[in-house]
C-alpha cells in the first residue's frame, strides 16, 4: 500500500466507524460503512479503506472474521476533531438552565452539586477536585477549635462561598490564641492566601521571636501543620459509581476491581486525577495513553474551573473508553464553564 496518509474519505470512514462502535459496541464491517452511503465510492473501495486504516493502527480486529474496532489511535484522531471544533466554538454546545447551580452557601455543597449534574448528565461517573484552601484569595478567616489538638480552619474567600477544613496539630490551642491568630491575618493579609501569609512569617519571624511574641510563632506551627496535612491529602466529590455496575462487561474483570478501589481511596484517585489539572478548555485521556495501569480501559474527559486570576480545580468525566464522546466532551465544558461563572458572580 503505497499511500499511507489519510485523505478526506479515510477520515470519513474511520469516524463512522468509531460512531458506530461507541453506538453499538460491536465491531463495524465494511458492508455496513457501504450500506450507509457516506461516500459514492464502491464496496471495493471502502474494504481497502478499511484495511488501510487498520495497516495504519487506527483500527483492528478483535476477531479473525469479524469486523473492525477502533484502537485507542483511533479513538484519539476522532476525539481531537471534536476538540478542535470545540476550540472553534465561541458558544456552549450544551445549554443549562440558569438555576442549575447556585453560589449561595458553601463551595463543598456547591461543588457536590456540580459532580451529581456530571454523573446524571452524561451517564457515567462524575468528579469534582476540591481546591486547596491555603492557596484561595481570602475576605475572611476563623479558627475554632473543636477537640484537642484539633481545629476547624473557617475562610470566607474572595468570591464569597465559604470553605472549612478541620487540621490535626502536635500541639493543643486555646480558642482565645487562636482568635488572637485570627485577628492578626485578617488584619494584614486580607485578600491574601494562607499560604502566602505561611511564606510571610516564614521570612520573618526572627524580629518577631526576639520580640517573643508566642501567638504568632504559634501561627506559624498551626500554618504549617495545616499545608502539610493538606499535601498530603486531596478532596474530590464523586458521584455516579454504580451508573459503572452497569457497564462492568466493558471492563475486564480485574481493571473494573482495581477501578474501584480508587473510588473506595479517595485521596489516591484525587491526587491521579490532580496531576491532570491543565489550562485546556478540555482534555481528554484514553485507555494507555498516560501510562495509568490501573485505568488502562477507561476515558477521563476533564476540564478545569476557577476565578479570572486563578484556577481553583477541575472536573469531570470518568467511564469506559466507549463513551459518546460527541455529547460529553462538550457537556464537561459547558459545567466547568458554568460552575466558573458561578463562583465569580456569588453576590
Not at 496518509?5 to 453506538?23: A, G, I, P
Not at 472549612?164 to 491575618?185: H, K, M, P, T, Y
Not at 473510588?263 to 481528554?284: G, M, P, Q, Y
Not at 476515558?299 to 469506559?320: D, N, R
Request: hydrophobic share 40%; net charge positive.
Amino acid at each position: 500500500m503505497k499511500n499511507l496518509e489519510l485523505r478526506q474519505k479515510d477520515r470519513v470512514v474511520l469516524v463512522n466507524v468509531v460512531e458506530s462502535f461507541l453506538q453499538e459496541g460491536k465491531p463495524v464491517s465494511s458492508d455496513l460503512i457501504t450500506r450507509k452511503k457516506i461516500l459514492p465510492d464502491s464496496p471495493a473501495t471502502i474494504r481497502n479503506i478499511m484495511a488501510k486504516l487498520e495497516k495504519l493502527g487506527y483500527v483492528f480486529k478483535p476477531h479473525t472474521s469479524a469486523g473492525r474496532v477502533p484502537s485507542d489511535k483511533g479513538l484519539r484522531l476522532y476525539v481531537n476533531s471534536l476538540l478542535d471544533m470545540l476550540a472553534r466554538s465561541s458558544e456552549n454546545a450544551v445549554l443549562l438552565p440558569e438555576s442549575a447551580l447556585s453560589g449561595r452557601g458553601d463551595l463543598n455543597s456547591l461543588l457536590q452539586k456540580v459532580s451529581l449534574m456530571l454523573s446524571d448528565e452524561s451517564d457515567n461517573l462524575g468528579f469534582v477536585l476540591s481546591p486547596r484552601i491555603s492557596r484561595i484569595h481570602f475576605k475572611h478567616l476563623r479558627f475554632i477549635r473543636i477537640a484537642e489538638n484539633k481545629v476547624m480552619a473557617i475562610l470566607v474567600a474572595t468570591f464569597n462561598l465559604v470553605l472549612n477544613e478541620i487540621v490535626s496539630l502536635r500541639q493543643d490551642f486555646g480558642q482565645a490564641e487562636l482568635d488572637e491568630a485570627a485577628r492578626f491575618v485578617n488584619h494584614n493579609f486580607r485578600g491574601k492566601t494562607l499560604q502566602a501569609v505561611r511564606e510571610y512569617l516564614e521570612k520573618e519571624l526572627p524580629p518577631y521571636r526576639e520580640r517573643r511574641d508566642p501567638a504568632t510563632i504559634k501561627l506559624r506551627e498551626l500554618l504549617k501543620a495545616y499545608i502539610l496535612q493538606e499535601e498530603q491529602s486531596e478532596s474530590i466529590f464523586f458521584q455516579g459509581a454504580s451508573k459503572l455496575l452497569d457497564r462492568a462487561r466493558e471492563f475486564p474483570l480485574e481493571k473494573f476491581k482495581a477501578l474501584f478501589r480508587h473510588f473506595e481511596e479517595k485521596a489516591r484517585l484525587a491526587r491521579l486525577i490532580s496531576d491532570f489539572i491543565t489550562l485546556d478548555r478540555v482534555k481528554v485521556l484514553i485507555g494507555d495513553e498516560e501510562t495509568l495501569p490501573d485505568i488502562a480501559d477507561c476515558a477521563l474527559v476533564l476540564s478545569h474551573y476557577g476565578t479570572e486570576s486563578q484556577v481553583l480545580g477541575s472536573l469531570g468525566i470518568i467511564g469506559p473508553k466507549r463513551i459518546p464522546y460527541q455529547k460529553i466532551i462538550p457537556l464537561v465544558d459547558s459545567i466547568a464553564l458554568r460552575l466558573s461563572q458561578t463562583i465569580r458572580h456569588t453576590p
